[in-house]
Each structure stands twice: as C-alpha cells, then as structure tokens.
C-alpha cells in the first residue's frame, strides 16, 4: 500500500485527505441532482406536463436506493478503490445515454441507470470513517457529509445556468466529464481496507436482513432517515415547478441559484458531527427533526415571502444534515466488519424515502401550493421525531451508540 494511500487509525487523517475525500463525496453525488431545476425545461422539451417531468426526478432516486442495495455492500468483500472505479465508469456512460436520450421515456430509463450507478459516495463514507477513531468519527462524517452536500447544492446552481445557456442536455455531458475528475482522485487517494470479508454475494445480502432483524438501532436510524429525507425531497423535487408560477416565474439559472442557500449548512457540517459527539447521536437526530418541522412552517409562507422560503429552506438543509450525521455515526459503532452493509441499510431507506417524499412533495403542492407542500412535509419530519423519541430503549447497542 502506498503511503499517500494509507489512512490509519495511528496516523489519523490529514486536512488534504479529508477534502479530497469529502470532494471525492461532492462529485459522487451531484449526479443525481443536476436535472432538479431543469424538470420544468426538459418537460417542455419533450412535450409533456411538469408534474409528468418529476418522473426524472423519482426515478433517479429509486435507482440510487437500488445501486445502494446491490452494489455498497460488496464494499465489506471488495477493496473500496475498485468498486468505486467500477461505478463511476458506468455512471459515465449513463449521463451520455442521458445526454442524447431521443425520447422522454428513454431518458427516464436512463435517468434511473444514473441513479444506480451514483453511489461512489457511500462506497467512501463507511471506508473512511471504518479508519477513524471513535472520538473523531462525528467530526470526520460530518466532513464528508458536508462535502456530499456541497455537490448537492453546487449541482443545482452550476444546473441552472448551463441549462439556461446551453440547454438541459450540456448539464448531463459536464458530469460525465467531472467523473473522469473523480475517477482519478479515487484511483490516487481512496484508501484500501484491511478488514474485508470473503463472503458470498448471496450471504452478503442475505446479511442485510440480518442486521437489520438484530439491530434496533439501525431500524430506528433507517426509519428516521427515511421520514426526514422525504421531507427534504418534497421540496426540492417541486421547488423548480412552483418558483416557475406566479408570482416569481424564475427561469433556470434563476432557481439553480436557490441551491447556493445551502452554503451555511455546508459552512457548519463538521460542527455538526463534533456536536453529535458531544451531546449523543439520539439528542442530534431529535433536534434535526424538529428543525426540519420548524422549517416547514417558513416554506408554507413562500408563496407570498421570498426571504421566508429562504429560511426554511436554510432550516430543512440543517436540519436533515444534523439528522443524517447523527445516524452515521451512530450505526458505524455497531459491526465494525459490516459498515458497507449497515450503510446500504440506512442509505436504501433514505433513498427510498426521497422517491417517496418526490411523490408526496408534488401532490400536496398540486392540490395546495406552498401550504401543501408544508404540510407534507411537517406532517413527515414529525413522525421521525416521534419515532427517534418513541421507540429508542437504553439497550446495549443503544449505551454504545451514546459513547460515541
């Protein structure tokens, strides 16, 4: 092993490991959010209704939960560096398909392949923090994780405006170009692992099950997560449709530019994580839920207050942050040798509850506007408070959840 490869437990992380990692995170995972503020561009290119262009959106999402299900926990088997060049190899490929799709129905199919293979960012995450010490791992997570959203915010401007000059289909040539970026970062600096198992696939799988029976921890982490990532998703899934009504009536670059409200979450994340280490993983994942809650009640105002909207949406991106940090870290202290499998746990139900809150997010904002579209989503990220709260026991991975 190299020694620039080389990320130990003794030797800790240096600052430039951590941002390329955390930059490794940011370019992963924009894949799957360059075409938000487009949907009401590429609907209209290919003739059909805005509600119908969503479809991108909820696609992509599912086939994110499923490249997280059958590609992250060969993480545990195979050394993350190959299986994350794999990846990003076919993600490539995907964004060109996207690129010169011909008809709306084959862009959405590819739509979801891009998905599927977008999930070079959970491939690092468990990588990295599997070489941490436990004292640092909220701190670290929370880097990672403030650079994954980083791509995420970063995706929707750049977005915006290559879409409002060059048009939808030059946002989907970029990426693929930023992975061959990727590619060699990973190549050159993604750390190789010495703690792989030589299970079957099939066991592998069969695992997951597993732990998810064995773990109550991990149950409430991927109910939680799921609850609150649709909330967030219900959002920003219809955030480009009704910015484009009356009274705004925002063009691409002009909605693109609303993912720049993110760069004060991004600001604080490993703040975030070294507060989920002070203060206990259960108290951070309660306190991002009723944040999002708060959020939600900016956003019922942002049909007739722009800077109300901006709050909210401030509010929603701390608070599923803080939420998010604090089920990493808290699941990574259970089974040191299955963290890719105890993410691809989380990681699904996050996923699947953002396909889940697209569709909410888009039928409360169809039949109420900003008000449904809170309604939604409060009405989501207090039943993760509630199940956070209701359903913890001081069991014993619980007591070591609270160490860490």
Same mark, same amino acid.
């Not at 059909?48 to 696609?59: D, Q, R």
């Not at 926990?73 to 190959?82: A, F, N, S, V």
């Not at 994350?84 to 392949?113: E, H, K, Q, R």
């Not at 009504?245 to 975030?272: D, H, K, M, N």
């Given at each position: 092993?190299?020694?620039?490869?080389?990320?130990?437990?003794?030797?800790?992380?240096?600052?430039?490991?951590?941002?390329?990692?955390?930059?490794?995170?940011?370019?992963?995972?924009?894949?799957?959010?360059?075409?938000?503020?487009?949907?009401?561009?590429?609907?209209?290119?290919?003739?059909?209704?805005?509600?119908?262009?969503?479809?991108?959106?909820?696609?992509?999402?599912?086939?994110?939960?499923?490249?997280?299900?059958?590609?992250?926990?060969?993480?545990?088997?195979?050394?993350?560096?190959?299986?994350?060049?794999?990846?990003?190899?076919?993600?490539?490929?995907?964004?060109?398909?996207?690129?010169?799709?011909?008809?709306?129905?084959?862009?959405?199919?590819?739509?979801?392949?891009?998905?599927?293979?977008?999930?070079?960012?959970?491939?690092?995450?468990?990588?990295?923090?599997?070489?941490?010490?436990?004292?640092?791992?909220?701190?670290?997570?929370?880097?990672?994780?403030?650079?994954?959203?980083? @791509?995420?915010?970063?995706?929707?401007?750049?977005? @915006?405006?290559?879409?409002?000059?060059?048009?939808?289909?030059?946002?989907?040539?970029?990426?693929?170009?930023?992975? $061959?970026?990727?590619?060699?970062?990973?190549?050159?600096?993604?750390? $190789?692992?010495?703690?792989?198992?030589?299970?079957?696939?099939?066991?592998?799988?069969?695992?997951?099950?597993?732990?998810?029976?064995?773990?109550?921890?991990?149950?409430?982490?991927?109910?939680?997560?799921?609850?609150?990532?649709?909330?967030?998703?219900?959002?920003?899934?219809?955030?480009?449709?009704?910015?484009?009504?009356?009274?705004?009536?925002?063009?691409?670059?002009?909605?693109?530019?609303?993912?720049?409200?993110?760069?004060?979450?991004?600001?604080?994340?490993?703040?975030?994580?070294?507060?989920?280490?002070?203060?206990?993983?259960?108290?951070?994942?309660?306190?991002?839920?009723?944040?999002?809650?708060?959020?939600?009640?900016?956003?019922?105002?942002?049909?007739?207050?722009?800077?109300?909207?901006?709050?909210?949406?401030?509010?929603?991106?701390?608070?599923?942050?803080?939420?998010?940090?604090?089920?990493?870290?808290?699941?990574?202290?259970?089974?040191?040798?299955?963290?890719?499998?105890?993410?691809?746990?989380?990681?699904?139900?996050?996923?699947?509850?953002?396909?889940?809150?697209?569709?909410?997010?888009?039928?409360?904002?169809?039949?109420?506007?900003?008000?449904?579209?809170?309604?939604?989503?409060?009405?989501?990220?207090?039943?993760?408070?509630?199940?956070?709260?209701?359903?913890?026991?001081?069991?014993?991975?619980?007591?070591?959840?609270?160490?860490?």
């Amino acid at each position: 092993m190299s020694e620039k490869a080389s990320f130990t437990v003794t030797q800790g992380f240096s600052r430039r490991q951590v941002f390329l990692m955390a930059l490794s995170c940011a370019l992963a995972v924009s894949t799957i959010y360059y075409h938000q503020p487009l949907l009401p561009q590429i609907a209209s290119a290919f003739g059909v209704t805005v509600a119908h262009g969503s479809l991108i959106g909820t696609l992509t999402q599912l086939g994110y939960a499923m490249g997280l299900l059958l590609f992250v926990p060969l993480g545990d088997g195979i050394q993350p560096r190959k299986l994350a060049s794999l990846a990003i190899s076919a993600n490539a490929v995907a964004l060109i398909a996207c690129a010169v799709a011909p008809t709306f129905s084959l862009l959405a199919g590819c739509s979801f392949l891009v998905g599927m293979t977008a999930v070079t960012a959970q491939i690092i995450i468990p990588a990295v923090s599997g070489q941490t010490t436990p004292e640092r791992r909220g701190r670290v997570v929370g880097s990672l994780l403030g650079g994954l959203s980083s @791509g995420v915010l970063l995706a929707r401007t750049v977005s @915006g405006v290559v879409g409002a000059h060059l048009g939808w289909r030059a946002i989907f040539v970029f990426a693929s170009v930023a992975d $061959l970026a990727l590619l060699v970062i990973i190549i050159r600096n993604l750390p $190789l692992s010495g703690l792989l198992s030589t299970i079957r696939y099939r066991r592998l799988m069969g695992s997951l099950t597993v732990l998810i029976r064995e773990e109550r921890l991990l149950r409430i982490s991927a109910a939680t997560s799921f609850l609150l990532f649709a909330a967030f998703s219900a959002l920003w899934t219809t955030l480009a449709a009704l910015l484009a009504r009356l009274p705004y009536e925002f063009g691409p670059a002009a909605i693109g530019a609303f993912g720049l409200v993110g760069i004060l979450g991004l600001a604080v994340s490993p703040q975030v994580g070294a507060v989920a280490d002070r203060i206990g993983t259960r108290n951070m994942a309660s306190l991002g839920a009723i944040t999002v809650t708060v959020a939600f009640a900016f956003v019922a105002a942002g049909g007739i207050s722009l800077s109300c909207l901006i709050v909210g949406m401030v509010l929603l991106d701390l608070g599923n942050r803080a939420a998010l940090v604090a089920n990493q870290t808290r699941i990574y202290a259970l089974r040191p040798e299955a963290r890719s499998r105890l993410n691809t746990v989380l990681m699904v139900s996050y996923f699947l509850g953002g396909a889940s809150g697209s569709v909410l997010g888009g039928i409360g904002a169809h039949f109420e506007s900003w008000i449904g579209l809170a309604a939604v989503g409060a009405t989501l990220s207090l039943a993760a408070a509630a199940v956070n709260a209701l359903s913890y026991r001081q069991t014993r991975p619980a007591l070591i959840e609270e160490r860490a």
